[in-house]
């Protein structure tokens, strides 16, 4: 698709509603972008992406989130091609999430309007950031931005099928024995209820889950109980917070 370029001269020095739309995502989405690396700099996550998208502050929240996640996933390319460019003076470095933001728009969205100064110098240099990324390509020995995206990729870590058994119905013992009847199935050596079964492991129509007698529950979410160790007599709340963008 060809790249729409548009000043605010243009519109006679007003944004139409599509650029006001796209100026203010890639703003809200750079606000969200810096807390997360600087989360990833200190090796703590100050919050997730979701619940940062759903402060009030930001509009339109689900373009703001695909925007975020595309940057991220293209971010080491992104980081890639302004290095060997060399087009940021001190001024754009001090806002450098706006900046992924933006060449991510540039190199890889579809509309790119000509409305912020940051916009505005960018474009300035769109042809040296897109010759920088044909180098890339060339030095990666790829032909396609989904080949070099794949040289950044970490590699998956394998991780098991955890249930946890409900000891009000049945003991680990007797839920074991049934469980190996069709599958490799282990104790685990932290959590006396929880019982290990190989990667993609399918249990959702097995019996012992329709009655109840277990429950399909990653290790994380099966230490709370126990690192809380509720006594008798205390009230206890369960709750669980999910957001659907």
Not at 27 to 40: F, Q
Not at 134 to 149: A, D, M, P, Y
Not at 209 to 238: C, D, H, R, T
Request: net charge positive.
């Amino acid at each position: 698709m060809k790249k729409t370029k548009k000043s605010v001269e243009e519109n006679g020095g007003k944004f139409n509603g599509a650029e006001r739309s796209a100026y203010f995502a890639r703003r809200e989405a750079a606000k969200v972008l810096r807390v997360v690396l600087e989360g990833d700099a200190k090796r703590r996550a100050l919050a997730s992406i979701k619940s940062l998208i759903y402060q009030p502050s930001v509009r339109n929240k689900k373009a703001t989130f695909a925007l975020i996640c595309q940057t991220l996933k293209h971010l080491p390319i992104i980081k890639d091609v302004l290095e060997a460019a060399s087009i940021l003076n001190t001024k754009w470095k001090r806002q450098r999430e706006l900046v992924y933001i933006i060449v991510y728009d540039i190199l890889f969205g579809k509309v790119v309007s000509l409305v912020g100064d940051a916009e505005k110098y960018l474009m300035r240099h769109e042809g040296a950031l897109r010759s920088t990324l044909k180098q890339l390509l060339l030095q990666r020995n790829v032909k396609t931005v989904k080949q070099l995206i794949a040289l950044h990729d970490i590699p998956e870590v394998s991780v098991p099928r955890y249930v946890r058994v409900n000891t009000l119905k049945l003991d680990v013992d007797s839920a074991l024995l049934e469980l190996q009847k069709n599958y490799s199935v282990q104790k685990d050596n932290l959590l006396a209820e929880l019982l290990i079964l190989p990667k993609g492991t399918d249990l959702h129509d097995h019996p012992l889950v329709k009655n109840g007698s277990i429950f399909m529950q990653g290790k994380a979410s099966s230490m709370a109980a126990p690192a809380l160790s509720p006594q008798p007599g205390w009230e206890v709340s369960y709750c669980c917070n999910v957001i659907n963008v």
